[in-house]
């Protein structure tokens, strides 16, 4: 059976729906008012493999903080629901990923126990009405919301583009390899007996 997770998140500032099929084939249905940041689930979606859907309405007059912010936490939520009890997936991932000049590193972990080192700097403010700032706390959001341990750094930064689009395809890379089953795991991956 697939997993699937669904979120709706409804606030002053956004009205968000999530869907996500982590056993999909990389299918998407994104808008989210921002046409960078639709570029980049798109973007997750296709690489990891994942059946997606984000439908968000957001105060975008006032910025796109609000936006990009609240459809992290909608989308972690989603994911943590689609994991279930964890049982049986490989719970680590990780991914160095070029793209062009750029070389990103992805690592995370399942854990449960929500933690983001972020260490990638931008030289633009904004990519396509996309501040550079809310790269990471797009990532801030979906790290404390799932539960998951992160770590993203740029190893060789560049086109502001190519960095943050190389970071989305690494984090999609590696969260597919910790989601995958693996039938030598009866249980969770863990001493604790849970995660």
Request: charged share 25%; hydrophobic share 35%.
């Amino acid at each position: 059976m697939s997993r699937i997770g669904k979120c709706v998140r409804n606030t002053s500032e956004t009205q968000i729906e999530v869907s996500i099929n982590i056993d999909g084939t990389g299918k998407s249905d994104i808008n989210t008012g921002i046409g960078f940041f639709d570029h980049m689930l798109i973007s997750f979606a296709k690489h990891g493999l994942f059946d997606l859907n984000v439908k968000v309405n957001g105060d975008l007059y006032v910025d796109c903080h609000h936006t990009i912010e609240d459809t992290g936490i909608a989308i972690g939520n989603a994911i943590k629901e689609a994991l279930g009890d964890k049982k049986s997936i490989k719970r680590y991932g990780y991914m160095i990923l070029p793209m062009d000049e750029c070389l990103t590193m992805c690592a995370l972990d399942l854990s449960g126990r929500p933690y983001l080192v972020f260490n990638a700097e931008f030289t633009t403010d904004s990519v396509g009405g996309f501040d550079t700032e809310m790269v990471k706390e797009f990532f801030h959001a979906i790290t404390y919301s799932t539960g998951m341990n992160l770590h993203i750094k740029m190893l060789e930064p560049g086109n502001n583009h190519h960095m943050i689009e190389g970071i989305y395809k690494a984090f999609a890379k590696a969260l597919d390899q910790a989601t995958i089953k693996d039938e030598r795991i009866t249980d969770v991956l863990s001493t604790k007996g849970t995660l």
